[in-house]
């Protein structure tokens, strides 16, 4: 049974298109979407070599091997020319990490017209990522499993620019204001108000003060949101 957070992504999946999951681990994703006729054909990317094995020997136990090609490489590297690529699923990582990635393989998005990304931590990045190159979300999703709180990012090319506070919430799920969103924004500010009791007990140096300082905006941007 694929996850739920997974699930969430391959719902954003068009029906019959080429997929590239970059970072794919056991492809897991990449081999339910072509178990449920979802996708045409699929590339399955991974920089390390256990995570590459497995879901080598995944795609093959599935008999996918015709239609879903593993390769070893460093990001969108793993997407060639010849592919047609037109989604990409990014899954499972820092948005850090998935925004450097993006960042880096640019050229290789060349045939990519949906971009679907599932931060565990920080999407920020990736939104910036997006205003920068050209991509504007078109959905956001938040969902919550066992206990962790993840987001969904759906980018489709086209120009777009957001506040301040729509790339540090998501334009999408500010709007929304979900339970899982509330939640989510809660549960920062409580990890926020913890260091500002740190910083109050710790030394008064200049650079605790700055940090108290940036904290406090940060809390009141939430409690705005
Ligand atoms: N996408 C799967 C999911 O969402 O369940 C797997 C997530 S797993 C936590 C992250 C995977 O990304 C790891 O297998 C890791 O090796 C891979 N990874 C990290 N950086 C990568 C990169 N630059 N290129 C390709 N894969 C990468």
């Known amino acids: 049974e694929l996850s739920k957070r997974l699930q969430y992504v391959a719902s954003y999946v068009p029906e019959g298109v080429r997929l590239a999951d970059i970072g794919s681990d056991h492809a897991y994703l990449p081999c339910y979407l072509m ?65 450097q990635i993006l960042e880096s393989g640019e050229k290789h998005l060349a045939t990519v017209e949906r971009i679907i990304a599932q931060p565990n931590i920080h999407a920020r990045p990736i939104r910036e990522w997006a205003v920068s ?63 500002l009791q740190a910083l109050q007990k710790a030394q008064k140096t200049e650079d605790n003060a700055r940090r108290s300082e940036k904290i406090k905006q940060e809390l009141t941007n939430i409690e705005g949101v």
């Open 35 to 99: 178990e449920r006729g979802q996708i045409e054909h699929a590339v399955a990317g991974e920089v390390v070599k256990g995570p590459f094995e497995s879901a080598e020997r995944n795609v093959r136990e599935h008999g996918f091997s015709d239609k879903i090609d593993v390769r070893l490489a460093n990001g969108l590297q793993a997407i060639h020319e010849e592919d047609a690529i037109h989604t990409v699923t990014i899954a499972g990582m820092g948005g850090p990490l998935i925004a």
């Open 133 to 195: 190159n050209n991509w504007k979300l078109i959905d956001e999703a938040i969902m919550k499993e066992d206990g962790k709180i993840y987001e969904i990012l759906v980018l489709e090319r086209g120009e777009a620019t957001y506040s301040e506070d729509e790339l540090q919430f998501g334009p999408y799920l500010m709007r929304e204001q979900s339970e899982v969103f509330i939640e989510k924004w809660q549960r920062e500010a409580e990890a926020k108000r913890n260091i």
